[in-house]
């Protein structure tokens, strides 16, 4: 059997709603599909919230046409009856009005005017339609205007049209509801992930507020690539939901740094903390002896005669400290830590102590950074943790890809990066910003205790050079710093 076709027309019409899930583009949606059902000249849409009604959407062929619409900014109309809007949301009935010019007084509405005299239009025949939910609660008011003949002619809507437009608006508002709903659900997940993110990042003061800069930097490249219509990127067009996937990467790339202990998170001495107080105990420890030892050994004056091996410890000491604050380990300071290991004291009970232990020689012995090769592995880590919690988020559709793309932080082009080595194309764009903008954080952002934040530039000439060694993907640093990308993160 054939539908009427109006009543196929409704479904297609329902059918396109339910499928939109972004809420501005249906309500857009909406009145389009509205209009062009009535074959209305306008229409309008308001959305009840707050005991209020939202002006959210109008639309006027006439005006359009005309290129004369005039910058009309509505305000909030009271949810009460003496608006027509605010009548039908209050009593939840249709009105069928043949000019809206001509209402009798008795009316408790009427029309406001404002509209058509900012606009020189004339609003005559109007059709309001509340979008009612299956259980009677009203979300909005659909209001459409003037309706035509094909001649052109405004007349009244036609009583045959109403039940049908009062289904549309019924379904409209059930899409209305369920992209509400998807929106809320979002915006929940995303402050979740927002939260958990910002929360392992203040675990350290190194990393504080990475995870939020390294999405805004992510978002700036991205929708400046948008713009470009030539170079290495003009082909690329990141998508709203490409955009919404970069994002999501970009604030759990580190997640997985609740797995690493604070200790190596956290640290910023080659010693782990606590540490270089024991060795300064050591050595005090050591001092005394050499004084024990001279008494015991007679000598009168035991206080000065080992005053010049007392005096060198200390400075031994001092050099130490500053070994252990040092980000790299020139070869005179590993020949100095190797002397003193070899060197030894005779401790009160007689037993022969070495000035320094073995496994303060691994830490102190490390030749660039501060972390041991063993706290190093531990540090990288953090992106196998990554991937498994996040590949535990049910990511689904244009989202299934952010588990990989946030693991992929630390590839290098080059292959040099971990965990997985990848090359190349085997490093979707995402990552690669995610990569870049990861390094040039990491340099700039935070003062460590013993090596200041790096001013942009030369945080953008390490780019460059891990450009140039083929580790970062060149256009797209070379894009970051040819426009200063990084100077719009205030901006955002
Ligand atoms: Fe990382
Ligand atoms: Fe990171």
């Given amino acids: 059997m054939k539908l009427h076709p109006q009543i196929e027309r409704l479904n297609q019409i329902g059918i396109a709603l339910s499928h939109e899930i972004h809420l501005e583009k249906l309500l857009a949606l909406i009145v389009t599909e509205a209009r062009s059902f009535t074959n209305a000249d306008a229409g309008s849409l308001y959305t009840l919230e707050k005991e209020q009604l939202l002006f959210r959407i109008a639309q006027n062929d006439t005006l359009d046409q005309k290129g004369s619409r005039s910058s009309f900014k509505p305000v909030p109309i009271p949810l009460n009856t003496q608006s027509i809007a605010g009548y039908v949301a209050l009593n939840g009935e249709v009105l069928d009005i043949d000019d809206v010019y001509h209402l009798s007084g008795e009316l408790p509405y009427s029309f406001n005017q404002d509209f058509d005299r900012k606009n020189k239009y004339r609003s005559q025949s109007m059709l309001v339609v ?14 459409l205007i003037n309706a035509k003949e094909e001649n052109g002619q405004v007349v009244r809507f036609p009583e045959s049209i109403i039940s049908l437009t009062m289904s549309l608006a019924s379904q409209a508002a059930v899409a209305i509801r369920n992209a509400r709903l998807i929106s809320y659900i979002k915006s929940l997940f995303e402050a979740l992930i927002r939260y958990s993110a910002s929360a392992i990042d203040a675990r350290s003061p190194h990393t504080a507020g990475h995870s939020r800069r390294v999405a805004a930097y992510s978002a700036i490249i991205a929708e400046e690539i948008n713009q470009l219509n030539h170079g290495p990127f003009k082909n690329i067009r990141f998508t709203r939901d490409e955009l919404e996937r970069l ?20 640290k910023h001495l080659r010693l782990p903390a606590g540490t270089e107080e024991i060795i300064e105990e050591r050595f005090k420890h050591c001092a005394a002896c050499l004084v024990l030892e001279a008494a015991l050994a007679g000598d009168p004056r035991p206080q000065e005669i080992t005053r ?102 630390h590839e290098m082009l080059n292959g040099t990066g971990y965990p997985r080595h990848l090359h190349d194309d085997q490093i979707a764009i995402e990552a690669r910003i995610l990569a870049m903008v990861d390094i040039f954080d990491a340099l700039t952002a935070i003062d460590r205790p013993y090596r200041k934040a790096a001013p942009p530039e030369r945080a953008c000439a390490i780019l460059q050079s891990d450009a140039e060694s083929g580790r970062l993907d060149k256009d797209i640093v070379e894009l970051f710093v040819s426009q200063r990308l990084w100077e719009r993160i205030t901006e955002k």
């Fill in 308 to 409: 010049p091996q007392r005096e060198a410890l200390k400075e031994d000491l001092e050099r130490l400290k500053n070994i252990n604050r040092a980000n790299w380990l020139p070869d005179e300071d590993e020949a100095f830590l190797d002397q003193l290991q070899a060197r030894t004291f005779q401790d009160a009970e007689g037993e022969r102590r070495h000035l320094l232990k073995d496994e303060e020689m691994v830490y102190l012995t490390v030749k660039k950074g501060n972390l041991t090769p063993e706290e190093y592995k531990t540090m990288q880590g953090h992106v196998e943790h990554t991937l498994n919690i996040v590949k535990n988020i049910p990511f689904t559709g244009h989202l299934e890809a952010v588990p990989s793309i946030a693991a992929s932080h």
């Fill in 130 to 143: 509340p979008m009612k939910e299956p259980d009677g609660e009203v979300l909005g008011v659909l209001q």
């Fill in 247 to 266: 994002n999501y990467s970009a604030w759990l790339h580190d997640l997985g740094k609740i797995g690493v202990p604070e200790a190596i998170l956290d």
